[in-house]
């Protein structure tokens, strides 16, 4: 038990760290590269934030937060999502007083009590973009195009975006008397859940996992098919600006997604894998969460990648992460006298920026090669009487097996590595 972390958390190994360092970079620079700033906020939050945000008769806020009393008796949640948290921090600090819009994206770990399967955890990780501050047409299709540019950037291929529109509260109305009267046929046969949303929140009948419900629900009638004026128009917009861009997508009107608090456009991205889990992208425009949580009117729109999901799909279609983080030379030492050398030529090495390391665990030189070999070194020198006295020692080249001499200081050594790398 001691030695075993909880179900559904998963270690990120320093073999794979690497991985998601890259993964964090290139969405850094693509942030930086469409305006949008990071924020960071609390794991957790006031659970309320999530029962008024994300909404009560979502199976996130219904079955799945990791909720708990705190020693001052308040009711504690760690997130199950970060777009909350970010509308949250928005009213806070006021950040509707700057020019709008608002860009903001997060790296952030999630808590949800799932059952563990491949791509499904308890605690999993999200990159998130949130845009507050516009209801332009505009807004949807950038953040879409953004999500897409990282799977382009990473290198994943054969993803299929399906938009839909689930319209506002406006048109919503009209279509949930609809559907009520679609279903109310049915209504014995729902689950206990979809009989207790039935009157809340009918829409969430279209999302159940349940294959009784799925049967009934197959041929309900759909929002996109009662949008209002407005919101019919700003999903055709969505579209043509998609369309500009050449972003395919597909038009699947049974997304209404999993959280209460959109409006007009939802989407979806999933990956051509295997799992069954293979919605790495979702997201859309959430037009209420900031007045509903107390803020001023302000429309917003935003999505969420997962990261373990993402991970998944690198690795089925084999999409190679070089690890950069690997050592660039080792210093292999031959006794005492070498070994102070190679140590004192490894701080010069690090101060000059050059990533270095020597063997501390008294090994033979043939076992600190093949360490130098385990930690992907590109370069190693051997250090014994002769080098030092002589002042020249033989840079290896370990992926070519290719030595040249230089001189046996710090600086040389430096040059030499910068110059071939
Ligand atoms: P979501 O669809 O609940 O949306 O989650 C977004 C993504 O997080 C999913 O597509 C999936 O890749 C990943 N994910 C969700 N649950 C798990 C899990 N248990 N294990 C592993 N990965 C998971 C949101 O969270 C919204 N906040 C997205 C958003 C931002 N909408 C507007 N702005």
């Not at 270690?11 to 991985?19: A, H, Q, R, T």
């Not at 279903?183 to 969430?204: G, H, V, W």
């Amino acid at each position: 038990m001691l030695t075993k972390a909880p179900k559904g958390t998963a270690d990120i190994l320093p073999e794979n760290s690497y991985k998601w360092q890259y993964a964090e970079n290139v969405i850094k620079k693509l942030c930086a590269d469409f305006g949008v700033k990071e924020i960071r906020t609390p794991v957790f939050e006031h659970t309320e934030l999530f029962s008024r945000g994300v909404g009560d008769t979502t199976d996130v806020v219904e079955k799945e937060m990791y909720t708990f009393n705190d020693k001052g008796q308040r009711s504690i949640t760690l997130r199950p999502e970060g777009t909350a948290g970010a509308a949250r921090s928005f009213i806070e600090h006021g950040l509707f007083n700057n020019p709008q819009p608002t860009k903001l994206f997060y790296q952030i770990s999630c808590y949800r009590y799932e059952k563990p399967q491949a791509g499904r955890m308890r605690e999993f990780h999200q990159f998130g973009v949130e845009y507050f501050g516009t209801q332009n047409y505009a807004a949807d299709a950038e953040i879409i195009e953004l999500a897409l540019m990282l799977f382009g950037r990473l290198g994943l291929k054969d993803l299929t975006l399906r938009i839909n529109s689930i319209g506002c509260p406006h048109c919503r109305k009209a279509y949930n008397d609809k559907l009520k009267e679609y279903l109310s046929a049915n209504y014995d046969e729902l689950c206990d859940t979809c009989k207790s949303r039935f009157d809340r929140n009918p829409m969430r009948i279209i999302d159940c996992k349940s294959s009784v419900c799925k049967d009934i629900i197959k041929d309900a009638p759909r929002l996109i098919d009662y949008l209002c004026d407005e919101c019919s128009e700003h999903f055709a917009n969505v579209k043509s600006s998609l369309d500009n861009m050449g972003i395919e997508y597909e038009i699947d009107p049974d997304i209404v997604r999993g959280l209460d608090y959109y409006t007009k456009t939802v989407f979806e991205i999933t990956a051509d894998i295997a799992s069954s889990n293979a919605t790495v992208c979702g997201g859309g425009r959430y037009d209420g969460l900031v007045k509903e949580l107390g803020g001023p009117d302000t429309p917003a729109c935003g999505f969420a990648i997962g990261m373990e999901r993402l991970f998944l799909c690198l690795e089925a279609q084999n999409v190679e992460i070089n690890d950069e983080s690997a050592m660039q030379i080792f210093v292999g030492n031959i006794g005492a006298e070498s070994a102070k050398f190679a140590q004192k030529l490894v701080h010069d090495l690090r101060l000059l920026g050059i990533s270095a390391d020597y063997d501390k665990l008294d090994r033979s030189v043939k076992a600190q090669m093949k360490q130098a070999n385990k930690l992907g070194c590109k370069y190693s020198v051997i250090i014994g009487d002769n080098e030092i006295t002589e002042g020249k020692v033989m840079l290896k080249n370990m992926a070519l097996g290719e030595s040249a001499e230089v001189e046996l200081n710090a600086q040389a050594i430096a040059k030499n590595i910068e110059e071939n790398y």
